[in-house]
Every structure is written in structure tokens, then in C-alpha cells.
């Protein structure tokens, strides 16, 4: 499975990429990336076979409008929480700045199918110019209650997370 998503991954970065140079002239903008969540809770006390930490890989398109960026993901999480299972994520921000930016979000989790309850988040982080491509670095806590995954881990999920995104 996880040769298919690097796979898949690698084909939505070289067409979005071929892409690029005329997504541009009308505000787009296409990233992939890594993407690190570190739940907050008590989670390894109560549990100890759950795990706080989680990695993923990230899919971007972002629209620079004029006063807002609107910017839509989808995320895949190899093992989420030590579950032994994976979960994908999509997401859309809301973001306020340029280089140093800002900004809110909502997204919601699907594992084996069936979809979470949803998050909002609160986000902060820097673009920096790379020539023609940008390394967008930011940070998130996200604010997430689902009964369901409640009952698994003992605690909310609330979060931070760290992504680095290479934008074309």
C-alpha cells in the first residue's frame, strides 16, 4: 500500500508540475510534502499501544486571491495514533498574509471508509522563495473531538502539526 501512495504521489507532483506554469498566471499554486501530528492528549497513558506521533504526506492546490489565499489539501497518514491504520485527510484554509501568514481551517479524517467528526484548526507559518518554486513552512493546532476515536484513545484529539510543503 504505501508503494502505491508514493507512487500516486509522485505522478500528482509531475503533472502538477507540467501544470504550473500556467496555473500561475491565474493565482494557483500546487505543493507536496510531509506533514507531522503530535496528539496532545493522554493518550500513551491510558493506552500504551497508541502512539502520539503520526506522519504523512501532503497534496496542496492554493489560490492567491486578491486579500485571501484559499487553499485546499488532501492528506495520507501512513499508521494513524499506532492504530495500524491509515487514514486520509482532506482540509481547506482560509490565509491572511504573504510571507509570514496566518489563518483557520476545517478538515475531517476517513478511516476504513468511514468519515470523523470534524477539526478546525488555527495556523501560522512562512513562505520562502525558492526561484521559481517556494518552501512553505507552517505549524497548526488543531481542535478535534470524535466520540468515536475518543473511545479508542481514552482523551480528545486535540493537536499540533508541522508541515513542510515544496510549492511549484
Same mark, same amino acid.
Given at each position: 500500500?504505501?508503494?502505491?501512495? =508514493?507512487?500516486?504521489?509522485? $505522478?500528482?507532483?509531475?503533472v502538477t508540475a507540467s501544470l504550473a506554469t500556467n496555473a500561475h498566471a491565474v493565482g494557483l499554486s500546487f505543493g507536496a510534502g510531509?506533514?507531522?501530528?503530535?496528539?496532545?492528549?493522554?493518550?500513551?497513558?491510558?493506552?500504551?499501544?497508541?502512539?502520539?506521533?503520526?506522519?504523512?504526506?501532503?497534496?496542496?492546490?492554493?489560490?492567491?486571491?486578491?486579500v485571501v489565499k484559499i487553499e485546499g489539501n488532501v492528506?495520507? $497518514?501512513?499508521?494513524?495514533?499506532? =492504530?495500524?491504520?491509515?487514514?486520509?485527510?482532506?482540509?481547506?484554509?482560509?490565509?491572511?498574509?504573504?510571507?509570514?501568514?496566518?489563518?483557520?481551517?476545517i478538515?475531517?479524517?476517513?478511516?476504513?471508509?468511514?468519515? =470523523?467528526?470534524p477539526w478546525y484548526a488555527l495556523r501560522a507559518g512562512v513562505n520562502v522563495g525558492l526561484g521559481g518554486l517556494g518552501l512553505d513552512l507552517y505549524g497548526t493546532y488543531?481542535?478535534?473531538?470524535?466520540e468515536e476515536l475518543e473511545n479508542v484513545t481514552g482523551d480528545d484529539l486535540d493537536s499540533i502539526t508541522f508541515a513542510a510543503v515544496l510549492r511549484f
Open positions: 500500500m504505501r508503494t502505491l501512495v =508514493t507512487v500516486a504521489f509522485s $505522478v500528482f507532483a509531475v510531509l506533514h507531522y501530528l503530535y496528539a496532545l492528549g493522554d493518550i500513551d497513558e491510558d493506552n500504551p499501544d497508541l502512539s502520539k506521533n503520526a506522519f504523512g504526506l501532503i497534496g496542496s492546490v492554493q489560490y492567491a486571491a486578491p492528506e495520507y $497518514v501512513f499508521d494513524y495514533l499506532g =492504530t495500524d491504520e491509515a487514514m486520509w485527510e482532506p482540509s481547506a484554509y482560509a490565509l491572511l498574509g504573504s510571507m509570514i501568514y496566518g489563518g483557520a481551517g478538515g475531517m479524517g476517513n478511516i476504513d471508509g468511514e468519515w =470523523t467528526d488543531r481542535f478535534w473531538s470524535d
